[in-house]
């Protein structure tokens, strides 16, 4: 049971390029979250699916999009990175059946430095 | 939107007891109220959550009063390993749409001393 992983773990890119962000859990949850966290901020959430096949707009969207390919993959895609995209990325995900605590899990993030 | 504030910071030696205080004013009827730890260069993880009065689990305990304006998050005998940021949430957790409506603000940066 590795809980939730990200690939990859370092990138740079330039300006202009594109890449994929790779996350998947393996707990069978339901819900899926992309933040993003910058020096001297909290948590932000870019994108989240509340269940397979659905995705929905978080609080900075502007230049992400994102696929919920599976239950268990979410990937977030920059189409065209910008400096201000330079950030630490976290995946979570959450079960979302109620019951017992509510948590997410959080994935070891990925360090992208766009120059 | 349920806003919490928390210190920036707090010190404390190995062995002691820390608490820290979230304030939640406008804290919500179907509001719980979540605390998550992160380590330098690692995501957050849960560390406990609560709706009223007290819970406790093997890591720490988490005291809410009675009008849920505020918490506190015990955390007992602390060592150097608990040296991390503490975030207190708020938020309804049986929507999974909520989660978009979830404030994760600076957190306390707790340093534990030798």
């Known amino acids: 049971n590795a809980g939730v992983t990200q690939t990859p773990k370092f990138q740079v890119l330039k300006t202009g390029q594109s890449m994929t962000l790779q996350c998947a859990q393996d707990?069978?949850?339901?819900?899926m979250y992309w933040y993003r966290q910058d020096p001297g901020m909290g948590l932000r959430l870019i994108y989240y699916?509340?269940?397979?096949?659905?995705?929905d707009k978080g609080e900075v969207p502007n230049g992400y999009n994102v696929s919920r390919l599976n239950k268990r993959e979410f990937s977030l895609r920059l189409e065209s990175a910008a400096p201000s995209q330079t950030s630490v990325y976290f995946c979570?995900?959450?079960?979302?059946?109620?019951?017992?605590?509510?948590?997410?899990?959080f994935g070891p993030g990925t360090r992208l430095t766009v120059l | 939107l349920a806003k919490t504030t928390q210190p920036i910071s707090m010190d404390s030696y190995e062995g002691q007891e820390v608490n820290i205080t979230c304030s939640h004013n406008?804290?919500?009827?179907?509001?719980?109220i979540t605390w998550y730890q992160q380590f330098p260069s690692q995501g957050p993880r849960f560390i406990i959550q609560?709706?009223?009065?007290?819970v406790t689990n093997e890591v720490a305990s988490l005291f809410i009063p009675a009008d849920r304006k505020s918490s506190t998050l015990s955390l007992p005998r602390v060592s150097l390993s608990d040296t991390a940021v503490y975030y207190c949430?708020?938020?309804?957790?049986?929507?999974?749409?909520?989660?978009?409506?979830?404030?994760w603000g600076l957190g306390t940066s707790l340093a534990v001393n030798p």
């Open positions: 609560g709706y009223k009065t007290k």
């Open positions: 699916s509340a269940s397979e096949g659905t995705t």
């Open positions: 949430l708020v938020g309804d957790i049986y929507n999974a749409g909520n989660n978009r409506k979830l404030i």
């Open positions: 979570a995900s959450r079960r979302t059946s109620g019951g017992s605590a509510d948590t997410q899990y």
């Open positions: 707990m069978n949850h339901n819900s």
């Open positions: 406008n804290i919500a009827t179907n509001d719980y």
